[in-house]
């Protein structure tokens, strides 16, 4: 099945730094989403980007699906953008209704 | 809108005990998806529906059985509980298949003794 490697596993920032988060997949795919978990476990979805740009305040997300990654931004981060950032793919062939995760980047943005 | 919602929060059982974990959604979602997350791993996808009477495994179903008589729930049932199923559980929905946005429900944690 499509494999989703995430870079780096782990992230440590001070506040207002910035950072990028990436995303890997070994397949084409029809679907590509950025979601956060925050520290209390709740999973939001940040974009729905299978390809191209998005902006979103301080996050934006591109994804160049040719060359089969993501990158996430954070911008000016704060202590509130600390949590787990996982990217997740559906294969464009062969299982494209089920979504596939990867295993996460943990970032923690200290004060 | 209440969105996905879950019940229980959090339940602890014994080995070979069973249990439905109870997914709703109000937002009229045809896709409907139950994963389990362990320490260190991502989401990993359990079972999935894209509409009412219509279900398929995703990369772990083995132990747990679902159902969908409704659009809007989508209980998960462990026939007979094993600690290597204690986890988080959550429930997802989107609009129309994968290709949507997708909204989680807060999670049930799940301990298995």
């Known amino acids: 099945g499509i494999q989703v490697e995430q870079s780096p596993p782990d992230l440590i920032l001070q506040e207002g730094a910035n950072s990028t988060l990436r995303c890997n997949f070994s397949d084409s795919v029809n679907n590509l989403q950025w979601f956060h978990q925050n520290p209390w476990g709740q999973l939001i979805n940040l974009f729905y980007i299978p390809s191209g740009t998005k902006q979103n305040g301080r996050l934006s997300a591109t994804t160049v699906a040719t060359e089969r990654y993501s990158l996430l931004y954070i911008s000016s981060s704060q202590t509130t953008d600390s949590g787990v950032y996982f990217c997740a793919v559906s294969p464009s062939q062969g299982g494209s209704e089920k979504l596939v995760f990867g295993k996460g980047t943990k970032l923690t943005v200290n004060p | 809108n209440a969105g996905v919602t879950q019940t229980p929060k959090f339940q602890v059982l014994k080995t070979g005990q069973s249990m439905t974990l109870q997914c709703a959604q109000d937002?009229?979602?045809?896709?409907m998806s139950w994963y389990r997350q362990d320490p260190g791993m991502g989401l990993r996808l359990i079972h999935y529906?894209?509409?009412?009477?219509?279900?398929d495994q995703g990369e772990v179903p083995n132990g747990y059985n679902v159902s969908r008589s409704t659009t809007e729930d989508f209980p998960l049932r462990l026939l007979s509980a094993a600690p290597s199923q204690t986890s988080v559980y959550f429930c997802?929905?989107?609009?129309?298949?994968?290709?949507?946005?997708?909204?989680f429900g807060p999670g049930t944690r799940l301990l298995v003794l």
């Open positions: 997802a929905s989107s609009y129309t298949r994968t290709r949507e946005t997708q909204y």
């Open positions: 937002m009229n979602h045809e896709y």
């Open positions: 529906s894209v509409g009412a009477g219509i279900t």
